[in-house]
């Protein structure tokens, strides 16, 4: 609940902090974690989908072309990470989280 709470209010980052949240506490390697962390983001935009269906708020258009790049991304990302390993992925994801709080931090507090 928490988890849909956040990603329904700010987005950008859930997955970064599901990652993070099943290393570290669930104790899942990495990859698993990275893989969890997809199912779980499918459950978030899928009832986001179901919601805002049901409001006729969607943009099918935009939609559509956004899942494609997701996929596309997802597809190159899995790659990457399966290819790279989990040195590499904890490495990106690090990055990843520290920008995304600089990047909130700064607009909260400019």
């Avoid at 970064?16 to 459950?43: D, E």
């Avoid at 258009?61 to 899942?67: E, F, I, P, S, T």
Wanted: hydrophobic share 55%; aromatic share 10%; proline share 3%.
């Amino acid at each position: 609940m928490l988890v849909g709470f956040y990603d329904g209010m700010l987005g950008p980052g859930t997955g970064s902090f599901l990652v993070l949240a099943f290393t570290m506490v669930a104790h899942m390697p990495t990859l698993k974690a990275t893989s969890m962390t997809k199912v779980v983001n499918a459950g978030t935009n899928l009832g986001a989908l179901i919601f805002f269906a049901s409001q006729e708020a969607i943009q099918w258009k935009l939609g559509a072309m956004r899942a494609v790049a997701n996929m596309l991304g997802g597809w190159l990302g899995t790659r990457t990470a399966t290819h790279l390993g989990p040195r590499f992925v904890r490495a990106v994801l690090i990055a990843v989280v520290i920008a995304l709080i600089g990047r909130l931090s700064f607009q909260m507090f400019a």
